[in-house]
């Protein structure tokens, strides 16, 4: 499927299941925490051509590693599926890094992103306490990424910041497992999530220049990779049975 059909794929998903008649429906709001892993390919290139353009020996000491993720959920749940929408965060960087006994050098990679998604799942099997569903998500990022270099010397230290900004679209198939216990709601998510990156633009809305580990195309952000977060929420209301 097309990546910037997942929204769209979301919601049709979500018309499918809106009730007709169902022996119970729930409205349940969340809050998750998990884990988020990022290829990066990009701005792991450019740090290679960070390191090939200076004239000392630095040495990469962090490449955009797996991160906590958090955030909310409002979902819709019936019998054979949900449907909902929420917000989330996660974050990652790099660094280059240069130290002897006259001073040192960093050069960073910061990127923050905020998420806004809906999403939609089909349950797989019957309903034994434990719910198991195949879902979809669809996202919007909202990316920053904030170049921070700093050179120290003696007791001389310059340092600079250069922020960027990207907008990607991703989609996400994932498995669930949800369960409710009275009020308490607990949900188990983990999938693959695919993104069509965007192009990174400086403050005043002029393209970046950084580039790729090619050096013949600029740097994206993409933050591909599996995630996986547990959610733990509360039942406001219960109806149909």
């Known amino acids: ?57 630095s040495r990469i000491v962090e490449t955009f590693p797996g991160y906590l993720s958090y955030g909310v959920d409002l979902l819709y749940i019936r019998n054979r599926g949900f449907f909902g929408g929420g917000w989330g965060h996660t974050s990652t960087g790099g660094r ?72 990607n679209v991703a989609c996400q198939p994932f498995l669930s497992a949800q369960r409710t216990l009275k009020r308490l709601f607990l949900k188990l998510d983990a999938g693959y999530e695919f993104h069509n990156a965007g192009k990174l633009t400086t403050t005043d809305g002029k393209d970046s220049q950084i580039p790729d580990g090619s050096g013949k195309k600029p740097a994206t952000i993409q933050p591909d990779g599996l995630r996986v977060s547990l959610g733990v929420g509360y039942v406001f209301r219960s109806f149909g049975h």
């Open 1 to 57: 499927m097309h990546q910037r059909n997942a929204v769209a794929l979301v919601l049709l998903l979500s018309l499918g299941l809106l009730p007709t008649r169902s022996k119970a429906q729930q409205l349940v709001g969340t809050v998750h925490a998990g884990y988020a892993t990022f290829s990066m390919h990009d701005l792991k290139g450019f740090q290679n051509v960070m390191m090939g353009r200076q004239q000392f020996a």
């Open 96 to 167: 280059l890094s240069y130290s002897d006994y006259s001073g040192y050098y960093n050069f960073d990679q910061v990127v923050h992103m905020n998420v806004v998604s809906l999403q939609g799942g089909i349950r797989i099997f019957p309903n034994y306490g434990t719910c198991f569903f195949l879902g979809l998500k669809g996202a919007v990022y909202s990316n920053k990424l904030d170049l921070k270099q700093e050179l120290s010397v003696g007791n001389q230290t310059v340092a600079d910041a250069t922020p960027m900004h990207s907008t």
